[in-house]
């Protein structure tokens, strides 16, 4: 056998971490380069990219064809190096438990305005669903178009933990948030959005639910509005229409007039 043929029988795929362990023992500084893990989630495996403090990537891992594909992907995304790592960043698993309380973000080479629209997703609590206008208000860009509020959230390089997948049309339904439509639906069933509920009351046109004993009204995947019996639930077709019936906003979900 050949010398370089003897010498390609050596050859053996490095274990995940070995390329952060010898820029460590190097002296390269952690803020040249960001590093990713592949990590389980109640959707599958993904990898997470993380550098500099904040979570700056997500992807589920069969989206690309071997860990060199989604390295190159980040790149041309971020213009940074990224290396598989051991390390999560802290938080990360709470975060996939829909807990996301300590991590931060860095969305990457995103304009000013969808950066903005991107934090206010995350406010969207887990199992629920908010129309972009509601968006565009916890965003502090009130006139931002919903064309507009769609384009920053199909931009999100961070899915999964910034839930775009809880984003709805003004209708109620589900929007469209630029994931795999299977994946959608897997996101939001496992967080328990009941989607014969949402289509009942998107065929009754009402997107706003009011509590007949309480008189205040909510979007209807809000968890007080889940708690409202049948007979007294209210259904308004919007928020002017509630007001004008003496139902006052929630100030959990906080529907337009709060």
Same mark, same amino acid.
């Given at each position: 056998?050949?010398?370089?043929?003897?010498?390609?029988?050596?050859?053996?795929?490095?274990?995940?971490?070995?390329?952060?362990?010898?820029?460590?023992?190097?002296?390269?500084?952690?803020?040249?380069?960001?590093?990713?893990?592949?990590?389980?989630?109640?959707?599958?495996?993904?990898?997470?990219?993380?550098?500099?403090?904040?979570?700056?990537?997500?992807?589920?891992?069969?989206?690309?064809?071997?860990?060199?594909?989604?390295?190159?992907?980040?790149?041309?995304?971020? /213009?940074?190096?990224?290396?598989? *790592?051991?390390?999560?960043?802290? +938080? &990360?698993?709470? $975060?996939?438990? #829909? =807990?996301? !309380?300590?991590?931060?973000?860095?969305?990457?080479?995103?304009?000013?305005?969808?950066?903005?629209?991107?934090?206010?997703?995350?406010?969207?609590?887990?199992?629920?669903?908010?129309?972009?206008?509601?968006?565009?208000?916890?965003?502090?860009?009130?006139?931002?178009?919903?064309?507009?509020?769609?384009?920053?959230?199909?931009?999100?390089?961070?899915?999964?933990?910034?839930?775009?997948? /809880?984003?709805?049309?003004?209708? *109620?339904?589900?929007?469209?948030? +630029? &994931?795999?439509? $299977?994946?959608? #639906? =897997?996101? !939001?069933?496992?967080?328990?959005?009941?989607?014969?509920?949402?289509?009942?009351?998107?065929?009754?046109?009402?997107?706003?639910?009011?509590?007949?004993?309480?008189?205040i009204f909510c979007y209807p995947t809000c968890a007080h509005a889940r708690r409202i019996t049948a007979r007294h639930e209210v259904p308004f077709t919007s928020a002017d229409?509630?007001?004008?019936?003496?139902?006052?906003?929630?100030?959990?979900?906080?529907?337009?007039?709060?």
């Open positions: 056998m050949r010398l370089p043929d003897e010498l390609s029988t050596l050859r053996q795929v490095a274990p995940a971490g070995f390329a952060v362990r010898v820029l460590e023992r190097a002296g390269v500084p952690a803020h040249r380069y960001d590093c990713y893990v592949r990590t389980d989630s109640p959707v599958g495996p993904l990898y997470v990219a993380h550098g500099r403090g904040a979570v700056t990537g997500a992807a589920a891992t069969d989206w690309y064809a071997d860990d060199a594909a989604f390295e190159e992907a980040y790149r041309a995304r971020t /213009r940074r190096s990224v290396l598989c *790592g051991t390390k999560p960043p802290p +938080g &990360l698993a709470r $975060a996939l438990r #829909g =807990r996301d !309380r300590t991590l931060r973000y860095d969305f990457g080479p995103l304009p000013d305005e969808q950066s903005a629209v991107l934090q206010a997703t995350r406010l969207i609590p887990f199992g629920q669903l908010r129309p972009t206008g509601w968006l565009a208000r916890e965003a502090g860009l009130p006139a931002l178009a919903p064309a507009e509020v769609m384009a920053a959230v199909r931009a999100n390089p961070v899915p999964v933990l910034v839930p775009a997948h /809880r984003v709805c049309r003004d209708d *109620g339904l589900p929007a469209d948030c +630029g &994931l795999p439509a $299977a994946f959608e #639906g =897997r996101l !939001r069933e496992g967080e328990g959005v009941d989607a014969e509920r949402v289509e009942r009351f998107v065929r009754m046109g009402a997107r706003f639910l009011g509590s007949g004993t309480t008189r229409e509630a007001a004008a019936a003496g139902f006052r906003g929630c100030r959990s979900c906080r529907p337009a007039t709060v």
